[in-house]
């Protein structure tokens, strides 16, 4: 009996299914390449990306509360403050704070207390990043009344923190404003400039004068303490602290006494006082008004009467002392120079002065309108002889004015460290008159060069440096700030002077003050004094208003100060109006040095010492 019917197709069917067609290679390599997969992506995150994982993990469990540094402070070269600190409230706010639910309450309330715009507060904690692990400042300096109110709110504004801050102060005010001049919080556009050096959102910095040439010296380094916090942002116990490193103080070559001298005598007057040590170079002050206060930036937020008090039409963020005018008659020490250097004239040189001079068609006049009849080069500067150094100007040429006035540094910057404020002032030449004028440079150029007039334009601190050079016996000088610049102190380039053409120009300076147009600075309450007055054709608003200028040092015989006083658009002369200044100057300057040793002024008690 069979049992089993044979296939029709002669075979046994197969009924398997799995692994058939290498279905099982299939699933082995896919397998394996997702594990590589996953091996790869969990190596990319561990070993790539592990640190910033981890950076963002603590940034959650772990804050960092930063300590601003103490700014350096800033002394005169006595060891008197100029600059120093102090530590108002600040209000800040953790990154991520407007990112909460309770953010629209909070930004209310802070906005009604603080009169913050709540626009403003949301972009600060942006600009910042959700992520950031550092506190942001809101606002600073608070008073009493919003301290109290945020007190009397703190059950709302859970992730506010108020503390206490280094701000700039500056307890002179005005006195020393273009000198130390202030600091700032950083701009949008400085903070991506900055960033690279360590600088964050809210950082402060020097935005001019020293605070600026000082910026590295005087910042310091930030500290801070490592915070570990709960889910809820609330503080845990600290892990970590670093102290943060103050910046280094500065001590300045300005003699406090003789800033607040000079501050006084140039009053309300728009213009500038330089005073320097003629045989190095130190800056002893630095006066330029208009002035501002430089601590109204210290505060949050600037007012209206603020903003005016630094933007008025006559620019009182300008540093006078560095802008340039044309030198007038002071000039005429650079002309002196010229016409004994080149040969063509002698020390005995004596020339007929007249009321005017007609060269080339143009008529030039001497100031007096009469002349001063044959004078040598000593009465010439004595009188300020115009007609006199036109005739020096057109002996020596264009060409030899120009390159003496070069070397007396005029026509480039000084090398003084606010470089960025510093104009190079102007020097007229053929080249430059050919491009602007499109004309030769003529004898009549010359002329108005040789009095301190036409095109030449120089600053007050040019002018100082070059009265250094017969002070100090030939040598021009790198005026400076920083007290401990030896570099600065030892720099002096000879001008290789003949002894004869120091000899003049120091005998003319001093008949200037003793017989001349300075008498009002030939008084027993000074040393004998040596100067030289400039009073320069100058308009404003279409009318004529003179700028006033007066150089001198003393003593005459052993100079160790040498004051430049500038007087712009004054209306008066050099002799009636700047020679003034610089006698309440010296007058401070040589009673406090040298108590007893000069008659006291009569017109006012005697200084007191600050």
């Not at 704070?97 to 603080?114: D, G, I, N, Y």
């Not at 330089?274 to 208009?290: E, F, T, W, Y």
């Not at 039409?313 to 002309?335: C, D, G, Y």
């Not at 030939?522 to 100058?538: D, F, I, Q, R, W």
Request: net charge positive.
């Amino acid at each position: 009996m069979t049992l089993l019917k044979p296939s029709p197709f002669g075979g046994k069917k197969n009924t398997r299914t799995v692994g058939r067609g290498g279905q099982s290679i299939f699933f082995i390599v896919f397998t394996l390449l997702m594990v590589t997969g996953i091996c790869t992506r969990l190596a990319y995150l561990q070993i790539v990306e592990g640190a910033n994982h981890r950076k963002r993990a603590e940034a959650n469990r772990i804050r960092m509360i930063p300590k601003q540094p103490e700014r350096g402070n800033i002394f005169d070269r006595n060891g008197k403050l100029l600059a120093s600190t102090r530590y108002p409230r600040s209000v800040y706010l953790w990154p991520m704070a407007h990112t909460k639910p309770s953010w629209p309450v909070v930004a209310r309330r802070l906005s009604q207390v603080l009169e913050v715009p709540q626009e403003e507060m949301e972009k600060k904690l942006e600009e910042a990043g959700a992520n950031s692990s550092s506190l942001i400042r809101i606002a600073r300096d608070l008073n009493e009344a919003q301290i109290t109110a945020l007190k009397e709110y703190e059950s709302e504004l859970k992730d506010v923190e108020i503390s206490t801050e280094a701000v700039r102060y500056y307890p002179h005010g005005k006195e020393l404003a273009h000198i130390l001049g202030y600091t700032r919080e950083l701009t949008p556009e400085q903070l991506k400039e900055k960033k690279q050096e360590g600088y964050r959102l809210g950082d402060v910095i020097g935005q001019m004068g020293v605070e600026k040439a000082y910026e590295k010296m005087l910042r310091g380094e930030w500290g801070g303490q490592q915070v570990e916090v709960d889910g809820a942002g609330r503080p845990l116990r600290v892990l970590g602290e670093k102290q943060a490193k103050a910046g280094n103080d500065l001590h300045l070559t300005i003699d406090l006494d003789v800033q607040k001298a000079a501050e006084k005598a140039l009053g309300d007057r728009n213009g500038a006082i330089v005073a320097l040590d003629p045989k190095n170079g130190a800056v002893l002050a630095m006066v330029s008004h208009p002035t501002f206060d430089p601590n109204i930036f210290s505060k949050q937020k600037l007012t209206q009467k603020d903003w005016e008090s630094v933007q008025g039409l006559e620019h009182p963020l300008v540093n006078r002392a560095l802008s340039a005018f044309p030198p007038a008659s002071t000039f005429k020490i650079v002309t002196t120079t010229a016409g004994l250097e080149s040969g063509k004239f002698s020390p005995s040189t004596v020339l007929q002065t007249y009321g005017s001079l007609n060269i080339g068609g143009t008529r030039f006049g001497e100031w007096n309108h009469a002349g001063f009849g044959p004078l040598g080069f000593v009465g010439a500067l004595q009188w300020s002889s115009d007609t006199f150094f036109y005739q020096i100007g057109r002996g020596v040429g264009g060409p030899t004015l120009i390159e003496w006035t070069k070397k007396y540094g005029f026509g480039k910057k000084t090398g003084f460290e606010f470089a960025n404020e510093e104009t190079p002032g102007l020097v007229p030449d053929e080249a430059w008159k050919q491009k602007v004028w499109k004309m030769p440079w003529t004898v009549g150029d010359s002329i108005n060069m040789s009095i301190g007039q036409g095109a030449l334009q120089t600053t007050p601190l040019q002018v100082a440096i070059m009265f250094s050079v017969p002070a100090n016996g030939g040598y021009r000088v790198q005026p400076h700030l920083l007290k401990d610049n030896e570099q600065a102190k030892s720099w002096r380039e000879s001008l290789n002077m003949k002894p004869t053409t120091i000899s003049v120009l120091r005998q003319g300076l001093r008949k200037v003050v003793a017989e001349g147009t300075g008498k009002a600075l030939n008084k027993p309450t000074v040393p004998p004094v040596a100067g030289k007055s400039g009073t320069a054709e100058a308009w404003k608003n279409h009318v004529k208003q003179n700028h006033a200028w007066f150089g001198a040092y003393a003593p005459a015989d052993r100079p160790e100060i040498a004051i430049v006083a500038f007087a712009e658009h004054s209306g008066g002369g050099g002799g009636s109006v700047a020679a003034p200044m610089i006698l309440q100057i010296m007058e401070e300057y040589f009673y406090q040095k040298y108590p007893g040793k000069y008659q006291k002024p009569e017109s006012e008690n005697p200084p007191k010492s600050r």
